[in-house]
């Protein structure tokens, strides 16, 4: 059974971090794309970061760049997103997503808000 569980949402002050895991299991993890999402509510979901399944080379939205890094561990099965000096518009829940030519799996989120 395929799953992504992400963790490490929370509530942090502008200017924090945080580090969000998503755990996978029930599929080759090393053969996929991994990245991270965001949705606010009213909002379409928007991609906040990528890393490449064989090279491991990352990509950013330009929102984050500078501040957000994508990583992942394929002995651990989990893709991290280390999110330093935080503002209150990276308020959203963050979803973990693999993907692969007509395979794509999605976790079930994490909320992350940003406020003093």
């Known amino acids: 059974q395929v799953q992504l569980v992400e963790s490490g949402g929370g509530l942090v002050q502008p200017g924090g971090s945080l580090r969000l895991s998503c755990a996978a299991s029930?599929?080759?993890?090393?053969?996929?794309?991994m990245r991270w999402y965001r949705q606010v509510p009213g909002k379409e979901r928007e991609l906040v970061a990528g890393i490449t399944a064989i090279s491991g080379r990352p990509n950013y939205a330009d929102s984050v760049k500078g501040r957000f890094t994508i990583s992942r561990d394929n002995a651990k099965n989990t893709v991290y997103l280390q999110m330093n000096s935080l503002k209150p518009e990276d308020t959203a829940v963050y979803y973990c997503?693999?993907?692969?030519?007509?395979?794509?799996?999605w976790g079930q989120g994490t909320q992350v808000t940003v406020s003093s």
């Open positions: 029930g599929f080759t993890f090393s053969s996929y794309a």
């Open positions: 997503n693999a993907d692969r030519p007509f395979y794509h799996y």
